[in-house]
């Protein structure tokens, strides 16, 4: 039997280590990094993946210098809006309340019923913003599978309560060099795994 | 400059998958585990890490079997009592209020002051018990490294709030066959681990 997670986390890290590596300023990645995650949303709605939720980026990104910051802050509002092209539920979950979140992206943070594909963006996310405020998240189920680019095996303040049974596939590759191969790899090795839930 | 991680958290999986390979019940494992964790903490206290917190069981896996309950309430009550005689500070945290807490092991769960190592037993945790007390494993300190065993790279609800930055280390093989190589191979990756701690 096909074991699908229902529910995938998505952290797209690697973009400064990217753009280093390609001649740009640290900034500079962040842009290459949105075709990537229109492709990989396309291929979790082949799959048939219900929910997809992608790190943005976090209040603690905003402490970066300002051109960083300027730059994913660019990127998030951007994904969000091609995002929304495709025909999905978006939802954008963050603290709103800090200079730091996009205003733009004000009219996707409630989170509405609807059928077809749910995709959630964190934008301005903290996990203890998020604990603050007796879990705000909690919206967001439980996460199956979390796949995580740029080699490191770590959840970074990701969700913490819904990625308490979630299985964490890293890819060595940087988020811009994103293939949909890896993310189909990915699939097939959750299959694999031996979903216990704790028990 | 060596990298050293000040707080490891261990995930002892893999006791039941060791015993049936190795012809015996699947109660058969945990016992085996015990001189794992031993050795483990001799040379996690000769690596100068200043605390050591294990995954004990869980209010979860008290739903399995009753004689799978017995073994490994009985292999933590013992381990409790090994570990108390490498002179390091004994603490042991999860809910007391439920007929699968061991009763012999109500003396240690006060966490005292102390110089020394430290060493965390978990013993009858449970994520969500630990969330509606309001977190009440905050006396336990951040992570810095979880180092599992048995293959599976997840955290099965190990104490969500203090591995929110913890870089993970997968070993593939069974806790039953530990080796101090393992232990030393991961403080070698810990090294080469970036920490931002989100920033």
Redesign the interface.
């Given at each position: 039997m096909y074991r699908k997670p229902k529910h995938i986390g998505i952290i797209p890290d690697g973009n400064r280590r990217w753009a280093v590596l390609n001649g740009l300023n640290k900034d500079g990645g962040y842009e290459y990094g949105l075709s990537a995650g229109l492709k990989l949303l396309r291929e979790a709605k082949k799959a048939g993946v219900e929910e997809l939720t992608y790190y943005g980026f976090?209040t603690?990104?905003c402490?970066?210098p300002k051109e960083q910051v300027q730059a994913f802050s660019k990127a998030c509002s951007k994904a969000v809006k091609l995002i929304k092209n495709e025909g999905v539920n978006v939802y954008v979950l963050g603290n709103t309340r800090s200079v730091c979140f996009p205003k733009d992206l004000l009219p996707y943070t409630e989170k509405k019923p609807g059928d077809g594909m749910k995709v959630n963006i964190l934008v301005n996310y903290g996990?203890e913003w998020d604990?603050k405020n007796g879990w705000i998240s909690r919206d967001i189920p439980r996460i199956d599978m979390v796949v995580r680019w740029g080699g490191?095996?770590?959840?970074?303040?990701f969700l913490?309560?819904q990625?308490?049974?979630?299985?964490?596939?890293?890819i060595k590759d940087l988020w811009p060099d994103f293939s949909e191969k890896q993310f189909t790899d990915a699939l097939d090795w959750y299959q694999k795994?031996?979903v216990?839930?704790?028990?």
């Open positions: 976090t603690d990104n402490k970066r996990w604990m490191m095996c770590r959840l970074s303040g913490p309560v990625t308490v049974y979630s299985d964490f596939y890293i795994q031996d216990t839930l704790g028990g």
